[in-house]
């Protein structure tokens, strides 16, 4: 595991316990402390499992003496009633680190399991998924990784490594061009937004290599893959759903992000039961 995403977990699952735990797990006191026992996490429809990480390192923070067993890896597609995790140790600290263990993984198999039905619906086409950064706060690394774990690709991570230059970033220079002559110089990759293929006309003339169509219908888009004549990677935005994206992925567009992959988070329905 990369160092960086490992110190990532660490900080979400600290940052998760301390608010679900607070001064302290109250209930959890109604236990004798020194009981040990069992449990169990299921799954109760199908799903693209992520997020093993995250919930071992939550249960693991409250017990480090605790055994979790995986009977299901990341990225494997799990059935519901399917048991994936057993876990051993302290009861206290099992319920304790319930929640926040739960929740991590329930929202990023959402996560995975989203993306790779998109990344099935437009399987044979050549076009590739790809995320952005509407994210939730404080969990981007961590949706980023779902979405690479359900067979997506990753946009830039934040503002810091790679530029991409927006209608209002385009107001504020003056012109596309003298936007994409500002970021002429700069090491990090560039992409630029377009409207129109007018717009994307001007685009190309003043040698942009990365495109972004932003909310281009399938007509605009395979008229769009006609006039860039290899000269740009094109990526289609705005308004794609599972519903529309394989006919756009038809267009020969090479990319397609989506925000819906990491903003509209269906939470896979997970269950913990403590073992008799």
Avoid at 70 to 96: M, N, Q, Y
Wanted: glycine share 8%.
């Amino acid at each position: 595991m990369p160092e960086r995403l490992e110190q990532e977990i660490m900080r979400n699952i600290q940052e998760a316990l301390e608010e679900d735990i607070g001064e302290g797990d109250a209930t959890a006191t109604l236990i004798n402390p020194e009981k040990m026992g069992s449990a169990t996490i299921m799954t109760r429809e199908q799903a693209i499992l992520c997020g093993n990480d995250w919930a071992q390192a939550c249960f693991k923070k409250i017990d480090p003496h605790c055994r979790i067993h995986w009977l299901a890896k990341e990225g494997d597609r799990i059935k519901p009633d399917f048991v994936f995790c057993r876990i051993e140790g302290h009861l206290c600290s099992l319920l304790t680190a319930e929640r926040t263990a739960i929740n991590f993984l329930q929202m990023l198999s959402g996560t995975a399991t989203c993306t790779r039905q998109f990344v099935d619906a437009v399987k044979g086409t050549g076009a590739k998924i790809f995320d952005t950064r509407k994210t939730l706060p404080g969990l981007r690394m961590a949706q980023k990784h779902a979405v690479r774990i359900g067979g997506g690709n990753n946009q830039r991570m934040g503002l810091y490594d790679g530029i991409l230059i927006k209608e209002n970033h385009i107001s504020a220079a003056g012109s596309i061009r003298a936007a994409l002559l500002q970021a002429s110089g700069s090491s990090l990759p560039v992409q630029i937004e377009v409207e129109s293929l007018a717009e994307m006309e001007v685009a190309l003339d003043c040698g942009a290599r990365l495109i972004l169509l932003d909310n281009f219908m399938p007509e605009a888009l395979r008229e769009a893959v006609t006039l860039n004549r290899r000269r740009a990677i094109l990526e289609a935005s705005g308004g794609i759903t599972l519903d529309n994206v394989h006919e756009i992925a038809l267009s020969g567009i090479d990319r397609i992000s989506v925000g819906h992959l990491t903003k509209d988070i269906h939470a896979i329905d997970l269950s913990m039961r403590l073992e008799n």
